[in-house]
């Protein structure tokens, strides 16, 4: 038995676990549970499916539905916390029971959520867990045919069924404020593109346009599963060479989506593109090949459209979402903390069309929350520059 297991599982819990080694052909058996899903497992009471642990190369089944027990969350949970290249799986053949809890722990959640703020939009809230779905799929890496159909599928509901929500961005942005287990980063993403793509360009983008960005939105991380345990997981600042390693990530996404469309998965070879372009910036400075521009007037060194919508909606999401080398951060206080940067950074055209729509969405969000609440109103100076006043909502 390995070292790393004892110091991670407790005698008692080793004596009454099934361990068992595990390979390659084995392991296509079962599928991972993302840490952040995982929480939702303590909200319910039973299970019909068993939780094992892969520990190197070691299968641990660890809870089976009888024995499921908040304890022993708790030593799984720690287990994950203590190693990093520890994974929580479930067998293939129950992600459906499993896909089904996480959709009923959500349902409450957002049931709660607008009994607690009937401002936010209810539809925003379950598409976005639609979204969120597809992209839990992705970010477990190995994507199929299955996967890219379901993406599709999820960037059409959207699209279909959300596109002219004056509240949808205030709603997204407040979510993670209330209750921040139901946020997704890349879900996020993939729905703040396609509302830009709507709203914020000079030609907006076509129902179908709209599906494709919000894909490239789903697939922007996926070559975050190729960066090691180890650095993705560090519960901290990189160092300068763990973060040399991390941005690798925009590289290994576009290879691993060219790699799955020449296979014959159902994928548009734009999602690769915006993979390996997210991190680029309008000024050259960014990453992996220091591309400028418009993709428009520069096929060779610019950047492409939906990059550009995409970088938008990237880092205004993650400024909202708490890290532990960072704070969340306001609505408001994010499209501030992007402005500073935003002549170098972002298409300036896009970017000051996006914070008119985040502070008209925040308004309307504002207006329809209360009549009688002092809330907090976001306007314009005559320079076009974002201020800010106190006042009751009438």
């Known amino acids: 038995m390995p070292s790393r297991m004892q110091s991670l599982i407790r005698e008692e819990t080793r004596k009454r676990c099934q361990i068992s080694p ?133 960037a059409a509901f959207l699209v279909g069924n959300l596109m002219d929500s004056g509240v949808a961005i205030a709603t997204l942005s407040r979510m993670v404020t209330h209750d921040p287990t139901l946020y997704d980063h890349s879900a996020s993403v993939a729905m703040l593109a396609a509302m830009i793509g709507r709203q914020c360009l000079q030609k907006p983008l076509s129902p179908k346009e709209s599906e494709m960005i919000s894909q490239c939105g789903l697939y922007h991380d996926v070559g975050k599963t190729c960066i090691p345990s180890a650095v993705l997981n560090k519960p901290g600042r990189f160092t300068e060479d763990e973060f040399e390693v991390m941005k690798k990530h ?24 915006v993979a390996g372009e997210h991190h680029e910036r309008f000024c050259g400075q960014g990453y992996p090949r220091g591309r400028k521009g418009c993709y428009e007037d520069d096929p060779v060194n610019g950047i492409h459209l939906y990059t550009r919508v995409v970088t938008i909606a990237d880092v205004y999401s993650a400024l909202l979402m708490k890290r532990v080398y960072k704070p969340s951060y306001e609505p408001q206080d994010a499209i501030k903390i992007m402005a500073t940067v935003a002549e170098k950074e972002y298409d300036p055209e896009i970017f000051s069309k996006f914070v008119r729509s985040v502070v008209h969405s925040l308004n309307e969000y504002q207006r329809l929350n209360s009549t009688t609440q002092k809330g907090r109103i976001l306007y314009f100076d005559e320079g076009g520059q974002l201020r800010e006043e106190d006042r009751k909502v009438i």
């Open 22 to 154: 595990i390979d390659k052909k084995n392991i296509r058996k079962f599928i991972p549970i993302n840490t952040e899903l995982f929480h939702y497992l303590y909200e319910i009471d039973q299970i019909s499916f068993t939780i094992f642990l892969q520990i190197e190369e070691f299968l641990v089944e660890f809870i089976k539905p009888k024995e499921f027990a908040k304890g022993l969350l708790d030593e799984v949970w720690t287990a994950l916390q203590s190693d990093k290249t520890v994974r929580v799986l479930v067998e293939k053949k129950y992600q459906g029971a499993f896909e089904q809890v996480i959709k009923s722990v959500r349902d409450k959640k957002i049931d709660l959520l607008v009994e607690k703020d009937p401002g936010l939009d209810r539809k925003t809230l379950e598409i976005f867990g639609n979204l969120s779905n597809a992209s839990q799929l992705v970010v477990r890496g190995g994507i199929t045919s299955e996967v890219a159909n379901q993406v599709k599928a999820s």
């Open 250 to 273: 925009a590289e290994y996404g576009e290879e691993e989506l060219l790699k799955v469309i020449e296979s014959g998965a159902p994928i548009d070879p734009i999602t690769a593109r």
